[in-house]
């Protein structure tokens, strides 16, 4: 295989570690490691070269390109295949732990660290598109008088429930939620207007209103409501992520004293 049809292999197969020869008919392959480095999709596949030079100065600029282990031939397979069997155990173990890292123990949709990190990509992202981005913030209401009326515990499983009933509303696939802190989520809709934030953020209201929850008397079931605050901005470098999250946070505390179980765009 050639350097360049490996390459195009890996971006399209995404195959669980790469073995990489460093002489390849076409070309060198601390080249290769060095470009699929730099590719977001493939980064994360483990390099392993593979090679008869035994020059430690090429070793060395291999481990530094990224590559996570280094063999020389003549070598014995069963080593090879262990080394492969860590390197692949390793990159499972870490992506779990980045995923760990990632969501809400709670709830299971993204925290507040992982809405940071989507938020930041998504401006620049937009900013390159010249598309509006919105944001919308949701807050349970009287989420307190609940806690305080059916315990804690239960108030745990609404926001449970509330997260994964926001999380089924959303359409696109670039369409996010997170938990943003204690009762409160924030949605990143890209490539959106204010118009189409509105309905997304009316949509999740109306689903989240219609929750019915089991063991409520028949006379007087629990309603769960939110309100939710709207921001819409077309990123520019003057611009910045707080502007855009202040604006909805300011919409949301109009759509709190407007009476609440309401949407303010
Ligand atoms: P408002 O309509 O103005 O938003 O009233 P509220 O009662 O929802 O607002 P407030 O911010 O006063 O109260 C939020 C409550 O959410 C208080 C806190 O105990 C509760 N809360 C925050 N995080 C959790 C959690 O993880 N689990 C549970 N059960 N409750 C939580
Ligand atoms: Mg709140
Ligand atoms: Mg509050
Ligand atoms: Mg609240």
Known sequence: MSGHQGMDVARSEGPDLILLDLRLPDMDGLEICRILKAEPDV?????????????????????TLG????????????????RVRTHIDLRRKTEALERLAATDALTGVPNRRSFETVIAREWRRMMREKMPLSVAMVDIDHFKALNDTFG?????????????????????????????????FVLVLPSTDAAGA???AEGA??????????????????????????????PSVEGGVEALVGEADQNLYRAKNNGRNRVEP
């Open 198 to 200: 509105a309905s997304v």
């Open 43 to 63: 980064e994360r596949i483990p390099i392993i070269f593979l090679t008869a030079d035994q020059d430690p100065a090429t070793e060395e600029k291999g481990i």
């Open 67 to 82: 590559a996570v282990d280094f063999v020389t031939k003549p070598f014995s397979t069963a080593v090879l295949r262990a």
């Open 152 to 184: 804690h515990p239960f108030g745990d499983h609404v926001l449970r429930v509330v997260a994964a009933t926001i999380d089924a509303h959303l359409r696109r696939p670039s369409d996010y939620v997170a938990r943003y802190g204690g009762e409160e």
């Open 205 to 234: 209201r109306r689903a989240i209103e219609a929750l019915q929850f089991d063991g409520m008397p028949v006379d007087k079931p629990l309603q769960v409501t939110a309100s939710l605050g709207c921001g819409t901005v077309v």
